[in-house]
């Protein structure tokens, strides 16, 4: 040796372990740590991969928003492991960094859904200045990982490289994939959501009254923000909150799955539902776009005529209910979270030797 500092080359590198920083500091209860949490368990499984626990360890640190500022005030454990993070990936030149982006509504053109209450002009200065960081942020980024090709297209439009952002899909949970084949005596839809605007509540409820058939709707919200019309409706039922081993029960006993929303960056409970074998009825303007299977029927989330008579064939159809089950079954068995994990992984490896060539 000449004693001489240098940095390590591709060559030292690639025959060399991959060490990772995983964002981790979302709070637990949050779709955004709920995804760190299984890719770090499946890094964990892959050989030649480390998944370490500081950024300053790291060949490649694994950021989990494109916009820094946003869940600060509520969403993050820790604020100042995040500033720390944040520091870290602005300050250094010899690490990788990757972001998903698990949402770019201020990039589309259905952002005003998004918000219970929206003043337009704060809105719009809101997106403004979301974008405006976001922007600046990604200069310090080598990889974008959208989790839909429509959230892709939209980043595309804005004018982000298209070298720079990827499309990586989430994948489901084993206990989905597993669960038992029930079956189905056809008589109710179910869906499922934290009751919000760009769930499109008013679809949930405008087709409930039509179809006049029996709905089953679970997860927070819907009760405080529409029980009183909720309750007039003699073939609804809400739910709240229900346990997963409970969500699983739903999927697998109902027709169909019905999820209308205006604006999904991904959709996680079509997948679910595509595993439990229940057919589905989703919006376009989500990653249901990229199931590329009988067993999802898109539509356009303000179509209400259409959701109507879609969801009546399954419930009505038998035959075509049950060939729609199957293929959402054999769809859902190739998205698990060991693919998203290989896909993710070859991301890394391909930014972190691009520092080096």
């Known amino acids: 040796m000449d004693g001489s500092n240098h940095s390590p080359s591709c060559t030292d590198m690639c025959a060399s372990e991959l060490s990772v920083y995983l964002d981790r500091n979302d709070a637990t209860w949050t779709s955004q740590r709920r995804y760190m949490d299984r890719l770090a368990d499946e890094c964990d499984r892959i050989d030649g991969v480390d998944v370490v626990d500081t950024p300053g360890a790291a060949d490649v640190i694994h950021f989990n928003s494109l916009n820094p500022l946003g869940r600060l005030v509520h969403g993050k454990e820790s604020l100042s492991r995040h500033v720390a993070d944040l ?7 010899d690490t990788a960094v990757v972001v998903t982006e698990h949402g770019v509504e201020e990039f589309s053109d259905v952002e005003a859904t998004m918000y219970l209450e929206s003043n337009d ?15 600046i942020f990604s200069r310090y980024v ?30 489901v949970d084993e206990a989905f994939l597993n669960s038992p084949t029930t079956s189905r005596d056809g008589d109710f839809v179910f869906h499922v959501s934290k009751c919000s ?26 009760t405080e923000h529409h029980g009183e019309v909720l ?14 081993e409970r969500l699983i ?14 604006y999904e960056p991904f959709g996680l409970p079509i997948l679910e539902a595509l595993a439990c074998g229940t057919p589905v009825v989703a919006s376009e303007h989500s990653a249901a776009r990229d199931f590329d299977t009988e067993g999802v ?20 159809d038998d035959t075509d209910r049950d060939r729609r089950s199957a293929a959402s079954r054999a769809f859902a068995r190739e998205m ?10 070859s991301i890394y490896k391909t930014v972190e030797k691009n520092r080096y060539d």
């Open 87 to 93: 520091s870290r990936i602005v300050r250094s030149d």
């Open 297 to 316: 029927q898109l539509v356009d989330p303000l179509d209400i005529g259409r959701h109507v008579e879609l969801l009546g064939r399954l419930l009505d």
């Open 197 to 222: 605007p760009h769930k499109n509540p008013s679809a949930v409820i405008e087709t409930a009254k039509r179809l006049s058939r029996r709905m089953v709707i679970a997860g927070d919200g819907w």
């Open 336 to 345: 698990t979270w060991e693919r998203t994990a290989n896909l993710t992984i």
């Open 231 to 244: 309750d007039s409706i003699e073939t609804v039922e809400v739910l709240g909150y229900v346990s997963k």
């Open 249 to 262: 029960e739903l999927y697998s006993s109902a027709a169909a799955f019905y999820f209308p929303s205006t």
């Open 121 to 135: 002009a704060v809105r719009q200065f809101a997106d403004r200045f979301k974008r405006g960081v976001e922007r």
């Open 142 to 171: 080598d990889a974008i990982i959208a989790i839909s090709s429509m959230d892709r297209e939209y980043l595309l439009d804005a004018g982000f490289d298209s070298q720079q952002v990827h499309f990586v899909p989430h994948g």
